[in-house]
Each structure stands twice: as C-alpha cells, then as structure tokens.
C-alpha cells in the first residue's frame, strides 16, 4: 500500500509515495482546517459539535451541520478526482463524530517529533540522547501550521511542540561547547535562527562558536544582525560577547529560581469548589472572561441568584440564608466557576461551559436550597444572561423563579 506522509511543522503537505497531492486543499480554508484539526487528535474521535464550534468558532453560519457535511464532501471529491485510493477513507463518520482513520499507513511530523521527545527525555545513554535531539532539531522545520498559527486548536500545540525543539537545541548546544564543537555550534545557531531570528542567547552562542574558530568577520556581522533587530544590548561588541553570554546564563538561571518560587506561593491547583471572592475580583474576572470568549469562544454564563423571602422575615434569619446559599455556589460549581455577593439578597454567578452543564449545577443547587431548614420562607430566584463576543450585557433581564421541590 502507498505511504502516506503529513507535513505540519513550518508548512502543510500531504504526500503520497513521496509525492505531493491535494494542493488543491488550499483553496477550501475550512476543507484545510478539517482535515489539518482531525489529525492532530491523534486518532481520537471528535464529537460533530466540537468540530463545528472548531471550525466556525465566533464566524456566523445558519446551518453549520450542513456546511460540515458539505466541506466533507469536497474534500472526499478532490481524493476522487485525482484518484487516490489510499486515502479514500481517511476520514472516519461515526455516529455523532469524525475521526482521522488510524488505519491508514500514515506519517505525521508532529507525532514522529512527539515520540522523539518522549524517547530522549527517557534516554539514560548520552550519545543515544543526542542522536535523537538531533533528529528533533532537524525535523522542526518551524512553527506549526503557520498559516493557521492564530487558531486557538493550534496554539496550544504549537507551544508544545516549540518547548519540545528549543529543550533538544540547548541541550545539543550544551554538549558540543563541552567537547568544542564550534562547527556544529555555527551550524546550529544559523538553524535556530531562520525559526526564530530574536533569540538572543542564539546570537551570543554563535558569535563566540565564530570567534572561536577566529571567524572575526562573520561574528562581527552576526552581531550587527542582533544588534539591528534589537534582542542583541548595544554594549554588545567584539571581545565582551563572552562576558554578555555568562550574564544572560546567570540571569536565566535566577529567573529559573525565582519562578519556582513563584509557583510555590501560588493556590494548588487541587482546590474544589467555585472561588467566592468580592464583586470588584468578580467584574475584572469577568472582564478578562469576555476576553477569553473572543478569542476562543468558550461559552460564558452570567447568572443572577436572589434569595427572596415569600413574606416579612427576620433580617438575621435572611443573611442565615444568603450563607447558606455562598455555601451551595462554592461546593456545587466547579473550581474554574466564580460567584460575587452582589447585594444583600442575591449572587452574581460566571459560569463557563456548554448549557447542559450549567442547568445541572443549577438544578443541584436548588435541590439543595430547598432541603435547608428555612425552605417554606424563601424562594430561589435566577435568571442567566449568556452573551456573545462583543456583545453588551442587556439593561433589563427576566426573573424566572425556581419551584420548590
């Protein structure tokens, strides 16, 4: 059977036999993107919403089911009309989801790269650790899928991907100073450097591997390149390069110090529950939310909770209650969830996440309102807002009480 290989690391390819086919795709931005996001799971099943809300994410679309079916059909086309068999069934329809077919003898940089880091991060030989980072460094060809490196399903490979190439590098860079490999470093700096023509402590390898082999002119050249895009100090000049690298390495390593203190002064991440916190934390948290939601479309709920006395009660008894609901927010939302007194009867509520989810939780804290003592005298009122990217809150909101159970 022909082998196939996908190129997604510093441009996008798929070739057959070592030929490439389907240029075409380019034509067809949603078509790519299909195809580019269904193999990038790995295998793994995508449910028809998620790739729907994938692909068009805040873009409008009347009939997004349908325009799924018919880019489906597209692409099946384009493998039709230029006869490729191999890849006929490439693209798996299961019930409710898609899924890049597993089956097919196929090759995918990103994976290959995976797998290598995986396998060097684990390796206890120092030789065998290097040839594998070698193979990173030379299968990195730059970003992935750069011409889809804004969309939110790539980033978050793409970051990974480029801690992934960057570890080997050092590593590799680290190796060949202690054995004086000045050749090797040049070569792998000027690599380095076409991905990524900012990073400064690339320049300052570089120049002195070049100053090194008494290459003076080229390091003076180099030098001028950093200086001219500006990653390079304006100190920066021939015979104190060394001096400027032991600095940065220095400053590097504090900073590594200084961010593990960081993180041990943060919250764990194991906290359960929603955060409670004031209604000023609530409004910027909200605000950066909104951010969030425009960016990546990631459903945002703005509810309101007011406790409601069904006649004249005692004041203590009614702030008793309002504990008593702060209590519910915070053990029946999740941990990502956040809630804000907002006056002396009710909570303002964000909730993120798909609409099924956010009606559970709701139903669950109403449940457990009305098992409270004080049941018969207070009702549980909410309404929920669910804006849009870009789309002010409205002024007036329905109130839909919530029966007692």
Known sequence: MAGIEIKMLGTFEILVDGHAVLTQLTQSRKAT???????????????????????????????PDMALRAILHRFRSMIAQEHLTVLENCIVTNRGSYQWNTELPCSVDVFEMEDLAMASGQEKDPARRMELEERIVALYRGRLLPLSANEPWVESHAVRLHVFYRAAMIHLLEQYKKTGENERIVALCANALEKNPRAERIYLEQIMALEALGRQEEARQVMQRGLAVGCLHQAAEPGRIGAMWRQARQAD????????????????????????????????????????????????????VTVVPVQPQDPEETEHMMEVLENLLHSCLRSFDVAARYSDTQYAVQLCGMPGQSAELLERIKQAFYRTPAKGRYLLNYNAFSPKPGQAAPRRRRTRTVKRV
């Not at 028809?48 to 009939?63: M, P, V």
């Not at 209604?279 to 990631?298: D, K, L, P, W």
């Open 253 to 304: 390593r504090n900073m590594e110090s200084e961010m593990k203190r960081l993180v041990a002064a943060l919250p764990g991440e194991t906290a359960a529950g929603a955060m409670i916190c004031s209604f000023e934390t609530f409004g910027q948290i909200y605000r950066m939310q909104r951010s969030v939601q425009a960016q990546y479309n990631v459903p945002v709920f703005l509810l309101l």
């Open 33 to 63: 993107a299909l195809v580019q996001y269904l193999v990038l799971q790995r295998g793994e099943r995508v449910p028809h919403k998620t790739l729907t809300d994938t692909l068009w994410g805040g873009e409008r679309c009347a009939n």
